[in-house]
Nanobody
């Protein structure tokens, strides 16, 4: 089992940057693909980005391509989400998720979820 804890959210002006972290418990962290999803009030959950177990493969949602970067440090059991050029429409609760299967953009492929961290981008 994996427990995930997100951190790094906050309030930032449009055009600013934030780095989110997803810290995981467990000795098999490197076995899991990790993804970030987000959900804004009144909207469905949206795929943001995902990275394979050893970081060889990553995917990005169209709305964040070129602005967000996912990375992982398996020695620290942590995945990072660097968010640059933030826009008000990036405002959401950001969740990290871990899954046994190959890296996926589908939420159903991830078995473990964190509690989320709020990101608010002011205009």
């Amino acid at each position: 089992q994996v427990q995930l804890v997100e951190s790094g959210g906050g309030l930032v002006p449009a055009g600013g940057s934030l780095r989110l972290s997803c810290a995981a418990s467990g000795r098999t962290f490197s076995s899991y693909a990790i993804a970030w999803f987000r959900q804004a009030p009144g909207k469905e959950r949206e795929f943001v980005t995902a990275i394979s177990s050893y970081g060889a493969t990553s995917y990005y949602g169209d709305s964040v391509k070129g602005r967000f970067t996912i990375s992982r440090d398996n020695a620290k059991n942590t995945v990072y989400l660097q968010m640059n050029a933030l826009k008000p429409e990036d405002t959401a609760v950001y969740y990290c998720a871990a899954g046994y299967s190959a890296v996926s953009i589908t939420g159903h492929d991830y078995q473990y979820w964190g509690q989320g961290t709020q990101v608010t981008v002011s205009s």
